[in-house]
């Protein structure tokens, strides 16, 4: 079954300073996986996903993550933090679950802070 | 372009009362729907998912019901609300092709039960 772990419920970085967001996954076949960012009181917008194909993956935002295989690791990144970059974001990775359906595994979020 | 709508935005419904939540897809056809549960420091729960008219698998035993009575519209359902049912609801859809199965979520609802 595959799974994922999120670093770190909350996390705050002042604005202009670097952005790392942990994310760390299980999986008994190759992953897909995905970040996505919540907005307070609103549903989830997709920021990148990776599909097996380059392992530097570039999202909307100013945001990018890594996969890492060897470390079973995406953890999301962005340069320099921006106050509209408060939000809570959640790492998810996929699993089929037959019937030409998919399903996605959320971690547990982690909430962004910047602070001015 | 593909659209998805979920009403109500809030809703505040009293112990034993029924619920009901809509979602709707529009700018697509056959796509796999999904109701999520989202409650503070537990991250999403997929409550239902389904990949046709009348095909609902459920995930989590629960007080909760969902149906598909149409290609693109998804129900969420209750008997008799517990207070446990509060939450944030999401509905998502996806497209069912496998090579392009990003999910797309609503704006949510917030239930609370009272």
């Known amino acids: 079954a595959q799974s994922v772990t999120q670093l770190g419920s909350h996390v705050s970085v002042s604005e202009g300073a670097l952005v790392l967001l942990r994310c760390n996954y299980s999986?008994?076949?190759?992953?897909?996986l995905f970040w996505y960012v919540q907005y307070p009181n609103q549903g989830l917008q997709l920021l990148l996903k990776?599909?097996?194909?380059?392992?530097l993956v570039k999202g909307i935002n100013g945001f990018e993550a890594e996969f890492k295989k060897s470390e079973t690791s995406f953890h999301l990144t962005k340069p320099s933090a921006h106050m509209s970059d408060a939000a809570e974001y959640f790492c998810?990775?996929?699993?089929?679950?037959?019937?030409?359906?998919?399903?996605?595994?959320f971690g547990k979020g982690t909430k962004l802070s910047v602070i001015p | 372009s593909q659209t998805i709508h979920q009403w109500p935005a809030t809703l505040v419904q009293p112990v034993g009362s029924p619920l009901s939540l809509e979602c709707t897809v529009e700018?697509?056809?056959?796509?796999?729907l999904y109701w999520y549960r989202q409650a503070a420091g537990r991250g999403l729960q997929l409550l239902f998912y389904?990949?046709?008219?009348?095909?609902i698998s459920s995930e989590v035993p629960q007080n909760l019901s969902a149906s598909r009575p149409q290609d693109r519209q998804f129900i969420l359902s209750s008997k008799k609300l517990l207070l446990s049912d509060s939450g944030f609801y999401l509905c998502?859809?996806?497209?069912?092709?496998?090579?392009?199965?990003?999910?797309?979520f609503g704006a949510g609802t917030r239930l609370s039960v009272l």
């Open positions: 990776y599909t097996s194909a380059a392992t």
């Open positions: 998502a859809w996806s497209p069912r092709s496998i090579a392009k199965n990003i999910q797309y």
């Open positions: 389904s990949v046709g008219i009348g095909q």
């Open positions: 998810a990775v996929r699993s089929y679950s037959g019937a030409g359906s998919y399903q996605l595994t």
């Open positions: 999986s008994s076949v190759p992953p897909y």
């Open positions: 700018g697509t056809s056959n796509p796999n």
